[in-house]
C-alpha cells in the first residue's frame, strides 16, 4: 500500500510484511503509515576488579525503546482518547500490539507492549500551499515488549483507503486567538506542535523491569508565520504584552486551532489552548527562493492545551 511504510522482512517466518495495524486492549484501532522501535535493550554493569587494567561486564536491567508510531484518520476512538488523555489529569496506560501483515492480509508478526504511556504527540506542521497527507506522531514508552509471529490468519480490518488519508491536509486548518479579530485569518504557516509527557522508571524490587510514572507535560510553543501587510496587530500586541510589561495572568489570551476537511467546514481535530503570552516578533524568510513576500514569524508561549477529535476522524 502506497500510503503506508516500506515492506520489511520478517525473518523468522521468511515472509514480507506488507502493513501494520494497531490493536488496543484486544480490539483492532486502526492501520499505521509506520513503526519503528520497542526492541529490548539489556544495561550493561561494568565492575572494576581492582587488579589489572580491565573490567568485568554483565547484563543488569532490561529497557525498553521508544516506539514510534506515525498515524492519520480513520482509526479508532479508543486511539484518540488515550491521545487526548496525555493533555488530561489522568493519562491513561494501554496494553497494545502492532500486527504486521502480508499483501494478502495475514498476520504474520505481532509486536505486543504493556503499561505503555504516550510520552510525545507530534501535531503536523501546518502550510497553506502544501498538498501531502498530514500525519500525526505518537512516541510510547512501554514497560515490556514481546516479539513473535503472527497466527497467519487473516486480519478482519478493511485495507486502508488512500482517498480517505487525504481528507486530512496540512493546508486546511483555522486559527482563531480571543481578542485579535482578524489578525488570524492570513496566518499561511503554523509550525509543528511536539506535546511532551516526561516519565519516571521506577525499579521493581528485585525484579529487572522498571514500572512508569508519569511526571509532568511539558507544552509547545505556537509559532505562527503570516504576511508582513497584516502584522501591525502582533506588532501592537508584542509592544504593550513585553516591551510595556501590560502581562498579567489577565492579559494572557485563549484561542484554538482547527485542523479542518477539504471543503475547510468541518473540525477533524481541534486544540483549545489556555494562557498565551507572546514573546517575539521577527521578520521571516521563506524556504522558496521565488516566494519574495515579506513574512513575519510571532512566537507565544502556552499553558495549556486540550485535544478534541470528530467523529469524522474514526474509522
Do not use: C
Request: glycine share 8%; no cysteine; charged share 25%.
Amino acid at each position: 500500500m502506497p500510503l503506508l511504510m516500506a515492506a520489511s522482512s520478517d525473518q523468522a517466518k521468511g515472509t514480507t510484511v506488507a502493513r501494520y495495524a494497531l490493536e488496543l486492549d484486544g480490539a483492532l484501532a486502526g492501520w499505521l503509515w509506520s513503526f519503528e522501535g520497542g526492541q529490548a535493550t539489556g544495561e550493561v554493569i561494568t565492575e572494576d576488579l581492582g587488579e589489572g587494567l580491565l573490567v568485568k561486564k554483565h547484563i543488569g536491567n532490561v529497557k525498553y525503546e521508544d516506539i514510534t508510531i506515525t498515524l492519520g484518520l480513520g482509526m479508532s476512538s479508543s486511539l484518540y482518547d488515550w491521545v487526548s488523555s496525555v493533555l488530561s489529569d489522568d493519562p491513561t496506560f494501554q496494553d497494545a500490539a502492532i500486527i504486521g501483515v502480508d499483501s494478502s492480509g495475514n498476520e504474520r508478526l505481532r509486536f505486543g507492549f504493556t503499561n505503555a504511556l504516550i510520552t510525545e504527540i507530534g501535531m503536523p506542521a501546518l502550510d497553506a500551499p502544501s498538498k501531502d497527507a498530514a500525519k500525526m506522531t505518537l512516541k510510547i514508552a512501554p514497560e515490556m515488549t514481546e516479539r513473535k509471529a503472527g497466527s497467519g490468519g487473516r486480519l478482519s480490518l478493511a485495507a486502508p483507503k488512500a482517498a480517505a488519508q487525504k481528507n486530512w491536509l496540512p493546508s486546511n486548518f483555522r486559527l482563531t486567538i480571543d481578542g485579535m479579530g482578524d489578525a488570524t485569518k492570513n496566518v499561511n504557516k503554523i509550525e509543528a506542535l511536539v506535546i511532551k509527557q516526561k516519565v519516571t522508571e521506577n525499579a521493581v524490587g528485585e525484579e529487572r523491569d522498571f514500572q512508569l510514572e508519569p511526571t509532568s507535560v511539558q507544552i509547545p510553543n505556537l509559532v505562527i508565520t503570516l504576511p508582513e501587510a497584516d502584522s501591525q496587530a502582533w506588532y501592537d500586541l508584542h509592544e504593550n504584552f513585553v516591551i510595556k510589561g501590560i502581562n498579567a495572568d489577565d492579559e494572557e489570551k485563549s484561542g484554538k486551532l482547527e485542523y479542518l476537511s477539504p471543503d475547510l467546514k468541518t473540525a477533524l481535530f481541534t486544540i483549545e489552548f489556555a494562557n498565551i503570552g507572546i514573546f517575539k516578533v521577527a521578520g521571516a524568510q521563506s524556504a522558496s527562493a521565488k516566494d519574495t513576500a515579506a513574512r513575519v514569524k510571532v512566537e507565544m508561549y502556552v499553558e495549556a492545551m486540550q485535544l478534541d477529535y470528530s467523529s469524522a476522524v474514526t474509522n
